[in-house]
């Protein structure tokens, strides 16, 4: 079965700080990654997504991750925080080759940035 | 609509009582998905909903959960017999080939 861990629950940064929030997924086969962001009593939102190619992918806001599948990792990073990227992230894996597309989401890190 | 709509966006129910839980999909999206995201524990997959396909129950907590999805669409989860430990946020999601796209969820609380 796929798992996803976030290893950091609660993040606080100042602003201007550079981010990097760590997932890391157990999974044995070929995966499609995400990164969702919820901000504060809005939806959840797609940041980024990986599917294959090139594993730096780049996303809107600034956000980036990197795919290592060494690793089994696709960290979330961003140079520099803004206030308004206080928000709940997630990071989530599919199957690429089953499963049915249903994501398997990580715990969630919550990002304060503080001015 | 050009989202997924869900319904009611808050409710409150009493230890006991059954809860129905609305999804309208966006047109022409083959899935449709249901989590329950509860503080501390991320988000929880709980069914999955393929075209004609029989749906993937395999998330669903207890007996007490169930959901169907009518002509394709709307979808509804049902709870039966509430517990304070079903009090959560639930979402429902449906994708195209282009991704997913989430509703803005249900909070159900049990009293």
């Known amino acids: 079965a796929q798992s996803v861990s976030q290893h950091n629950h609660h993040v606080i940064l100042s602003e201007a700080a550079s981010l990097e929030l760590g997932c890391n997924y157990s999974?044995?086969?070929?995966?499609?990654l995400f990164w969702y962001v919820q901000y504060p009593g809005q939806h959840l939102q797609l940041l980024l997504k990986?599917?294959?190619?090139?594993?730096l992918v780049k996303g809107i806001k600034g956000f980036e991750a990197e795919f290592i599948k060494s690793k089994f990792s696709f960290n979330l990073r961003k140079p520099s925080v803004q206030w308004s990227d206080t928000a709940e992230y997630f990071c989530?894996?599919?199957?690429?080759?089953?499963?049915?597309?249903?994501?398997?989401f990580g715990t969630g890190t919550q990002l304060k940035v503080e001015l | 609509g050009a989202g997924v709509s869900q319904s009611p966006s808050n409710k409150v129910t009493e230890k006991g009582k059954d809860v129905e839980l609305r999804c309208d999909p966006i047109?022409?999206?083959?899935?449709l998905y249901w989590y329950r995201q509860s503080l501390g524990q991320g988000l929880e997959f709980l069914i999955y909903?393929?075209?004609?396909?029989?749906?993937?129950k395999s998330g669903l907590p207890s007996d007490r959960f169930s959901a169907e999805r009518t002509g394709g669409s709307v979808s509804t989860l049902t709870i039966q017999r509430t517990q304070q430990e079903d009090s959560a946020v639930y979402l429902c999601?449906?994708?195209?080939?282009?991704?997913?796209?989430f509703g803005s969820g249900t909070r159900l609380t049990v009293v």
């Open positions: 999601a449906s994708s195209s080939i282009y991704g997913y796209t």
């Open positions: 999974y044995g086969g070929t995966v499609n």
């Open positions: 990986y599917f294959s190619g090139d594993p």
């Open positions: 989530a894996v599919t199957s690429a080759t089953g499963g049915g597309n249903k994501l398997t």
């Open positions: 047109s022409g999206h083959t899935a």
């Open positions: 909903f393929q075209g004609n396909s029989a749906p993937d």
